[in-house]
């Protein structure tokens, strides 16, 4: 199951041959809610001054689908380079430019994940609608982020699509996120 721009419950294994089983609106909610849960632990690692890139690049593993497909990533806040298609350049926008060592992207990512430093407390998805098709399905609506220090609420607007990909990890299996 992908989310975010495509994403996959398993990282970078080899293909089963099975075909895909159509997603429902419960696998989309366990989807949204397991990026929710990535973009907090992400802050905890960082507010506790842990490899919070190492946190990120598990998570994006888990949630994005690089390395199996096309991924279709367009960030938020993103305008200098607006979009991200391989895995090094979303783990920038989501950790910033500074923690990837990728000066490309100086200046214009400062680590959505984190907040710039501040990180995330809740992160709730606020659906306006589903569209669920089989093997894919897309949901549009707002996510509202809760800064950790100020409490703070932000709204920002979304349009994610998700497709369900089957894949068998092997031992041989690499995130793409890693270096």
Known sequence: MTSGADTTWE????RTGAMPVGITTDD???AQKAWG???KAITKAHQQKQDFVSVAAKAAGELYAYGHGNVLFKPTKATKNPFRPTAGDAMSYFVGAEAMKDDKFKGEDAGFAINGGRGWSE??????MLDCRGATAHAMGEYIFTDAISGDKVTVEYTFGYKRVLFKPTKATKNPFRP
């Not at 992160?123 to 306006?128: G, I, L």
Request: hydrophobic share 40%.
């Open 123 to 128: 992160v709730a998805f606020d659906n306006h």
């Open 28 to 30: 989309v909610h366990t």
């Open 11 to 14: 990282s970078q294994p080899r």
């Open 37 to 39: 849960n990535a973009i």
